[in-house]
């Protein structure tokens, strides 16, 4: 079974930092990457797509390396309403199939 | 604000009973998707339906039954369902490529 694995989290950080999540996948031939954010009893939503040339939003940076099946978030002068789940989801090479990795939990502090 | 619309956005049923979750995108998407939701814990896809077909079963219980009348309507239908399937249950759609769009889902419990 292909899969997606997250750093385990929780991450604790004070406003204003940078703090950085990564994530790998096993399934070599993946079309597509993302990052969701879902917060406390809400669906998720899009964050990012994930591009091979790397991509910024913002105070949201997200790249892929597609040699070592690893993709990353990094969040600059992190805010309150940063804190949620953020779920990093790969979108394998058959049918419509989003696989989810586990998701990491952020909390900024005050 | 979400294109993807659920109802009801809450759901208590017993073991007997049978109901139905429904779920409606006007976005032109041609696929459609059941996530099931425990907490703490990641989406989980139970069905995805492609142009109007069952293209993904992933191996759930026939107590859960999909539908897709047409290509902006799916349904989940309900019976004889145990406690443990209690969960916030996702409706998504995408386009053939591009991100999910997920509803605000339905959240069921099951006494």
């Known amino acids: 079974r292909k899969e997606v694995e997250q750093d385990p989290g929780p991450f604790n950080v004070p406003e204003g930092a940078t703090v950085a999540f990564n994530c790998t996948y096993s399934n070599s031939a993946s079309q597509s990457f993302f990052w969701y954010r879902q917060d406390c009893r809400k669906e998720p939503k899009l964050l990012m797509s994930v591009y091979s040339s790397g991509n910024e939003d913002g105070r949201f940076t997200a790249q892929l390396n597609r040699a070592s099946q690893y993709i990353s978030l990094l969040i600059r002068d992190s805010k309150l309403s940063d804190s949620a789940t953020y779920l990093c989801v790969e979108k394998g090479n058959y049918g419509q199939n989003f696989v989810f990795g586990p998701g990491t939990r952020l909390s900024v502090l005050p | 604000d979400t294109e993807v619309t659920q109802t009801p956005k809450h759901l208590v049923m017993g073991m007997t009973n049978k109901k139905s979750l429904k779920c409606e995108q006007h976005m032109g998407h041609r696929a459609m998707y059941w996530y099931k939701q425990k907490a703490k814990k990641p989406p989980e896809l139970m069905f995805v339906y492609s142009y109007e077909k069952l293209s993904i079963n992933e191996s759930v219980p026939s107590r859960f039954s999909p539908e897709c009348p047409n290509s902006s309507l799916l349904n989940l239908h309900l019976h004889a369902l145990q406690p443990e399937d209690s969960a916030l249950y996702l409706c998504?759609?995408?386009?053939?490529?591009?991100?999910?769009?997920f509803g605000e889902g339905s959240r069921l419990t099951v006494l």
């Open positions: 998504a759609s995408s386009q053939t490529q591009g991100q999910l769009f």
